[in-house]
């Protein structure tokens, strides 16, 4: 860790030394990670109960990560789609070319640890009503 502070903080790369006060935060926000357990796994609950509904959309593609991808292909469509998601309230991101190859648009869900279960089953919901324009 300490080398990676060393390669990567600013404030080490471009003086001669750390101040107290970014000492202090680094070391505050090194408690918060490691006291962070519950909320990790609230995310990977959180990720599960996604990808167990998402499975049964035909145009999901499985990821291990909070990023979870339905990939539609065709840009045009590819907004379309999340047009529709976001008429239902739930907020997602068309990612097109060149994010993406060509052909290969999709929508990019983010899942955290603050999404409610609630707010899981609606946009599973939104999905499967946008699905059915495509």
């Given amino acids: 860790m300490a080398e ?6 600013k404030n ?9 006060a970014q000492a202090g935060a680094i ?20 990720i599960r109960r996604f990808q167990i509904s998402a499975k049964k959309l035909k145009l999901y593609k499985y990821s291990s990560t909070a990023i979870q991808p339905i990939v539609i292909g ?8 999340s047009k ?3 008429e239902k ?16 648009g999709r929508i990019r869900i983010t899942i955290t640890a603050m999404h409610q ?13 946008a699905e059915k324009f495509i």
């Fill in 4 to 9: 990676y502070f060393l390669q990567y903080s």
């Fill in 12 to 20: 080490l790369i471009y003086s001669t030394s750390m101040i107290p």
């Fill in 27 to 46: 070391l505050t926000a090194l408690k918060k990670v490691k006291r962070a357990q519950h909320l990790r796994n609230r995310l990977f609950r959180n």
């Fill in 74 to 81: 065709d840009n045009l469509l590819t907004i379309k789609f």
């Fill in 84 to 86: 529709r998601v976001q």
């Fill in 89 to 104: 309230g739930c907020w997602v991101t068309p990612i097109l070319p060149p994010s993406v190859p060509e052909g290969a």
């Fill in 117 to 129: 279960k609630s707010d899981i089953d609606n946009l599973i919901e939104a999905l499967f009503y």
